[in-house]
């Protein structure tokens, strides 16, 4: 399925327009066409390697399409700086010599839009300590840390690849809960990868479903409850087995 619409989207952040991307001649996406409007979360779920992430990396400016195009308002995300954008990939990004307050300051310097006060308020919630090295911190800390770092920047889009991943459930009920109250809807739209779909639905506006590298569901989360009268595991379900049958 190349393209799925939406109810009018009036004034979208991000439009993958036919959109396809290769690497060493393997299709990755296929020709996928949809637009995100402004203020909202989206979850993008679907297999591993099924192109998730190449989604969020195009989003970002980080790779370019090989055919269509990524207009991140209005213009080619890939010509943008990254002041548009708070990307949070799926690896650690950190110097481990650092310490959690010296990790601030060094985001604090690199981004003018790095909010150093909401930066503080979300370490204190997190309980993280400023003066501990971040190579001594554990997994779930350090998950947490680098949610601080992408939330705390005032911008537009806040890009997060499995920010949940391998993370026991408290902590990851811990981290959706300050996504909750730290994202500034209306403001902010936050788009994420997750493998974590229950944990993440009550938090997701829309849903993206990706199906080797083609796009098969793209629906507002409330609708799929209301209308379809499951959850985000059955319409997945659903949706894969449809695209199977065509
Ligand atoms: N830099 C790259 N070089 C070569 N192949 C790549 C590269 N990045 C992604 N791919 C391939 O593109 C396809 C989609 O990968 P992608 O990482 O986007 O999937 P994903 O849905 O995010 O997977 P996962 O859920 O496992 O993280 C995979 O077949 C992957 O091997």
């Given at each position: 399925m190349a393209e799925i619409a939406i109810a009018a989207d009036a004034e979208p952040i991000v439009v993958f327009n036919r959109v396809e991307k290769s690497f060493s001649g393997k299709i990755?996406?296929?020709?996928i066409s949809f637009t995100i409007p402004k203020g909202i979360i989206v979850g993008i779920v679907g297999t591993n390697g099924s192109g998730k992430s190449t989604i969020l990396k195009l989003m970002a400016g980080l790779q370019r399409p090989g055919k269509g195009k990524v207009l991140l308002n209005g213009r080619q995300a890939e010509r943008l700086?990254?002041?548009q954008v708070a990307f949070l990939p799926e690896q650690d990004m950190f110097y481990s010599s650092f310490t959690v307050e010296k990790t601030l300051n060094f985001y604090n310097e690199m981004f003018t839009d790095f909010d150093r006060k909401k930066a503080m308020e979300m370490i204190q919630s997190f309980e993280l300590q400023m003066g501990q090295k971040v190579a001594h911190l554990s997994k779930g800390n350090r998950a947490r840390l680098k949610i601080v770092l992408a939330l705390a920047r005032q911008v537009p889009l806040i890009i997060m690849d499995?920010?949940?991943?391998?993370?026991d459930p408290l902590v990851r009920e811990s981290i959706i809960r300050s996504l909750i109250a730290t994202v500034d809807m209306g403001e902010q739209t936050l788009v994420i990868t997750t493998h974590e779909v229950e944990e993440v639905e009550p938090l997701l506006d829309r849903a993206m479903l990706i199906k080797d590298g083609e796009l098969c569901g793209y629906e507002e989360v409330e609708r799929i409850h209301s209308?379809?009268?499951?959850g985000l595991v059955g319409w997945m379900k659903k949706n894969i087995e449809k695209m199977k049958r065509n």
């Open positions: 990755a996406l296929k020709e700086s990254s002041r499995e920010p949940l991943s391998g993370l209308e379809q009268g499951i």
